[in-house]
């Protein structure tokens, strides 16, 4: 699977867009792009996730790049509710569906 | 539905101790899993299962062991728990095939810390 690499902290103001950045450049043509979140120790919970094409459901968008080396996670109006840790994985689908879970972006939503 | 339930939130364990952590879904996910997070680090996988009486190693399957005898639970066991074990546990399900199958649901977490 391939490696991802992500800011270590974010911050953004309460009702603006948070973009979190997403470097996988050594992404392979069959591994997906997902993103999970984490809200203070409580289990990771799934946002999104894309194979090329940009993706849009109730949480959050995602945009990725032509060639498929890096993504962007948006939050369009980011609340106190969305301050967590954002992990970016890059996998191909496979029986064991392990999800390699890196250090994350830390993303504090101000007041 | 409760989704992904884990029991119990909170242990503490003596070095050589035994015990079981529980899982239980109610999604009826034929896929299961067992991570480990140790404190400022990503998760990993310990175990997994694909349905009822097959599982697999992950990355760090030393020191435990899971059996699958129903779709719904998936229990972790400690045979002689070790210091390098605290750590807090996540359980997860997901449906397997095509579709929604994407998704990973996780449940709350158990706490173990050994002394």
């Known amino acids: 699977d391939a490696k991802t690499t992500q800011p270590p902290s974010m911050d953004c103001a309460e009702g603006r867009a948070a973009n979190l950045p997403c470097n996988h450049s050594t992404i392979s043509g069959n591994e997906y792009v997902y993103w999970y979140r984490q809200i203070h120790s409580q289990g990771p919970q799934y946002i999104i996730h894309g194979l090329k094409n940009n993706e849009t459901n109730e949480m959050a968008s995602l945009i990725i790049t032509e060639d498929r080396k890096s993504s962007t996670l948006i939050l369009p109006h980011a609340t106190l509710r969305d301050t967590a840790v954002y992990y970016c994985i890059v996998r191909r689908m496979d029986s064991s569906y392990k999800l390699i879970f890196g250090s994350g972006t830390r993303l504090l939503v101000r007041p | 539905n409760a989704g992904v339930t884990q029991t119990p939130k909170f242990q503490v364990l003596k070095t050589g101790q035994s015990m079981t952590l529980q899982c239980a879904q109610d999604?009826?996910?034929?896929?299961m899993s067992w991570y480990r997070q140790d404190p400022g680090m990503g998760l990993r996988l310990i175990h997994y299962?694909?349905?009822?009486?097959?599982?697999d190693q992950g990355e760090v399957p030393n020191g435990y062991n899971v059996s699958r005898s129903t779709t719904e639970d998936f229990p972790l066991r400690l045979l002689s728990a070790a210091p390098s074990q605290t750590s807090v546990y996540f359980c997860a399900s997901r449906p397997m095939g095509q579709g929604n199958s994407h998704e990973q649901f996780f449940g709350p977490g158990t706490r173990l810390t050994v002394l």
């Open positions: 999604m009826n996910h034929e896929y």
């Open positions: 299962s694909v349905g009822a009486g097959i599982t």
